[in-house]
């Protein structure tokens, strides 16, 4: 038996890749050769009936379940990136998808950090009990051996994500509306949406008015406030707050993506699978998995502008995905 591990998933991206592995061993002649231990947050897929069980997602109750249930299995994959409690007699793989904390040891004596420290701490004291730690990016392996946690052999990447949801349904790029650019994200701190929005000014202070749609909810006031104020200036910004993003993915040209840290960037892939054209930060984790049309620098409102006007004024390259869903290695390494 294969234990899935996914007690500290969060709510986001991570419990859409889990529902999407979920699904795909749920497809295997292996299946019941899985058990799966489940945050409670996690609204379990209704295939999933069987062989798993839901917990108190506190570091106390993963102990005792492992402690109680450590000899039941033959393999351990735990999820959401902090490796088994106990060391067991058994090959442990830790999936490793939040860049964030590996960021925390710098950042140590800043408040927003405080917490994320906290948990790289415990993943720290629990490194020893993981033989190997699975990431979808190459730059996502720099990361881990650059803090020391893994050395490269015991660093596998293995990206994958669900390729099935964008690749029909959207509008020929030459019947979209001309001018308008796509940034779907939580208001995050490290998803730039200050520099984003300056940018913008600096395209109105220049007679450039293009559309922008962003998702900002009620968890970043000061930045509702800042977009309210550009629209009253005459700005075009469209604040959705939560929406499918297959809305704005299959009719609008341009996905613009300034975040300045990501673990995979997995709406860049589903952007050039919608069809668009895609301006991004000139950085790792964007190489890692596309081609972009055009990059910026995402620290420099005015280049993030210049990008924009590009896109704008002259036929920019589709981008192209050098990435792959390799979610069937992934099981076969399991099973």
């Not at 054209?277 to 910026?296: E, G, N, Q, R």
Request: net charge neutral.
């Amino acid at each position: 038996m294969v234990l899935i591990d996914a007690l500290f998933i969060n709510k986001g991206g991570g419990a859409v890749l889990l529902q999407y592995l979920i699904e795909r061993i749920l497809a295997r002649p292996e299946k019941d050769n899985f058990f799966f231990l489940l945050d409670p947050r996690f609204e379990k897929p209704d295939i999933l009936d069987k062989n798993y069980v839901v917990i108190n997602n506190s570091i106390n109750d993963r102990i005792k379940f492992y402690k109680l249930n450590k000899n039941n299995y033959s393999k351990v994959f735990c999820f959401a990136n902090t490796p088994p409690p106990v060391k067991l007699k058994v090959p442990a793989y830790t999936y490793f998808h939040n860049q964030k904390l590996l960021e925390a040891p710098k950042h140590k004596f800043e408040k927003k950090y405080f917490f994320l420290y906290l948990k790289y701490l415990a993943i720290k004291l629990y490194n020893r009990n993981t033989d190997y730690y699975i990431v979808q990016t190459p730059h996502m392996v720099h990361a881990l051996t650059k803090l020391g946690l893994k050395n490269k052999m015991h660093c596998l990447t293995i990206p994958f994500y669900d390729d099935r949801k964008y690749l029909t349904g959207h509008v020929q790029f030459s019947q979209r509306v001309k001018d308008e650019f796509v940034f779907i994200s939580n208001p995050s701190p490290q998803k730039n949406y200050p520099v984003l929005l300056d940018a913008w000014e600096y395209l109105l202070e220049n007679g450039y008015t293009p559309k922008l749609h962003v998702t900002i909810d009620d968890t970043a006031p000061q930045l509702l406030v800042r977009m309210e104020d550009l629209v009253n200036k005459g700005a075009r910004i469209s604040n959705h707050v939560y929406l499918d993003p297959r809305e704005l993915y299959f009719n609008c040209p341009f996905l613009i993506f300034p975040s300045v840290t990501e673990s995979f960037g997995l709406p860049l892939i589903e952007a050039v699978d919608s069809g668009m054209k895609v301006i991004a930060s000139d950085l790792d984790y964007v190489h890692d998995v596309i081609v972009p049309s055009l990059t910026f620098d995402p620290h420099d409102r005015i280049s993030i502008a210049n990008a924009v006007i590009q896109a704008l004024e002259k036929d920019l390259p589709f981008p192209r995905i050098v990435t792959s869903n390799e979610v069937e290695r992934l099981i076969s390494l399991l099973v």
